[in-house]
């Protein structure tokens, strides 16, 4: 499979919409969603990023569609109250440790 990411700005966004929005979309604290290979999230200039790395395209278009858009239209308790400025990359290189 063909890595694929994708990186979510939420300006003005917290760590305490970070926590709130995550426990909602993944499927246990300390797990990630089906296809997710990496999950990274902290405080950037002016907002809150994540950066998460699916196996592939595919992956990243089931969770969005069928777990992170149903729950962003329902509203996050305490979560994150607007989409985020949105950038996909087609996965090149991929290293690890």
Do not use: C
């Amino acid at each position: 499979m063909k890595p694929f990411a994708i990186v979510h700005f939420f300006p003005r966004g917290t760590k305490k919409q970070y926590l709130a929005s995550v426990a909602t979309v993944h499927p246990a604290k300390n797990k990630l969603p089906k296809g997710q290979i990496l999950h990274l999230a902290g405080p950037s200039k002016g907002g809150w990023t994540v950066l998460a790395i699916h196996d592939s395209k595919k992956s990243w278009l089931q969770f969005r569609d069928k777990v992170l858009m149903p729950a962003m239209k329902q509203g996050l308790k305490g979560g994150f109250k607007s989409p985020p400025e949105a950038m996909e990359v087609d996965v090149k290189t991929l290293l690890t440790a």
